[in-house]
């Protein structure tokens, strides 16, 4: 971690702070605005009005210049301070955040929607607002999550499993335009050679994970981690006994879907059903 000075010739008002702590390790890295966004992958006039003050950016975006500047646990720090809530970056998500950058290979299973990992920004920005997001704070998070799919990307990108449920396939976006995007990028997706993709139909029937959306990360020292999320809460979970009977779980639901060839006809045949114009 870059070394730390005192407050003197600095603001103590916290937003403040947060802006003038992301100009100096900017500094001291060397990055202009337009280097950062290249190696990030969000525009670099989000990093000019965050360093401006004139917004805090959102909790991945954050997570992301703390691991590039190596001063992961300050900057969090100063960003929570600065958005006066602590509970807006819940330990359990912030841990897993930095994990799933960690991961040798990862396994998601996705009941209604597609994984962050392969959402297009149309889906995204709807996803989102329908969870009451608007405004710039909206465009920050969709940017952020949209950023996240350089994760999967390129040659050292790791080996990534998914199980979508069909009703992923079947809760459509109000745009039909945007809605053959998403589903056109999942087929490109599973075209991928690091990425193998599963539908699991509707008459599969009940199973273990029927309302469970989990990911699995598979870490440096060998060990696995998974992150639960159900309609209330998320959990990450590292305790080896319940990871493997969640591992179990997924296996078995794994044996239920359609194997990666007849998964992706299957995707396709649902983009065939999408009209091409929007709706009146």
Not at 28 to 48: C, H, M, P
Not at 49 to 67: N, Y
Not at 157 to 168: H, K, Q, S
Not at 214 to 233: I, K, N, P
Request: hydrophobic share 35%; aromatic share 6%; net charge negative.
């Amino acid at each position: 971690m870059p070394p730390r000075r005192g407050v003197t010739g600095r603001s103590k008002e916290p937003r403040k702070r947060f802006a003038e702590e992301l100009q100096l390790l900017r500094a001291q890295k060397g990055d202009s605005l337009r280097k950062l966004g290249e190696v990030l992958g969000w525009d670099a006039s989000l990093f000019g009005k965050m360093e401006s003050g004139q917004t805090l950016g959102s909790p991945e975006v954050v997570e992301a210049l703390g691991q590039h500047y190596g001063a992961g646990e300050w900057l969090l720090t100063l960003w929570e301070l600065a958005a006066g809530d602590p509970t807006q970056f819940k330990e359990q998500y912030r841990r897993y955040m930095a994990l799933e950058q960690e991961a040798m290979s990862l396994w998601k299973y996705s009941v209604r929607r597609p994984p962050g990992l392969l959402q297009t920004a149309g889906y995204a920005h709807e996803a989102l607002a329908a969870g009451g997001l608007k405004g710039e704070a909206l465009d920050q998070q969709v940017d952020a999550r949209v950023g996240r799919r350089k994760l999967l990307e390129g040659d050292d990108a790791p080996p990534f499993r998914v199980i979508l449920c069909e009703a992923v396939l079947r809760n459509s976006l109000r745009d039909p335009r945007e809605w053959r995007e998403q589903l056109q990028h999942l087929v490109e997706a599973s075209e991928r050679p690091n990425t193998i993709l599963h539908v699991l139909p509707f008459g599969t029937g009940l199973h273990g994970l029927d309302s469970t959306d989990v990911m699995f990360l598979r870490l440096l020292d060998g060990s696995t981690v998974a992150y639960v999320e159900t309609d209330v809460r998320g959990e990450l979970i590292e305790e080896n006994g319940r990871v493997e009977r969640l591992q179990r779980t997924y296996d078995a639901v794994r044996d239920l879907a359609l194997s990666p060839t007849e998964s992706r006809k299957f995707i396709m045949r649902v983009l065939e059903e999408v009209p091409c114009e929007p709706s009146t």
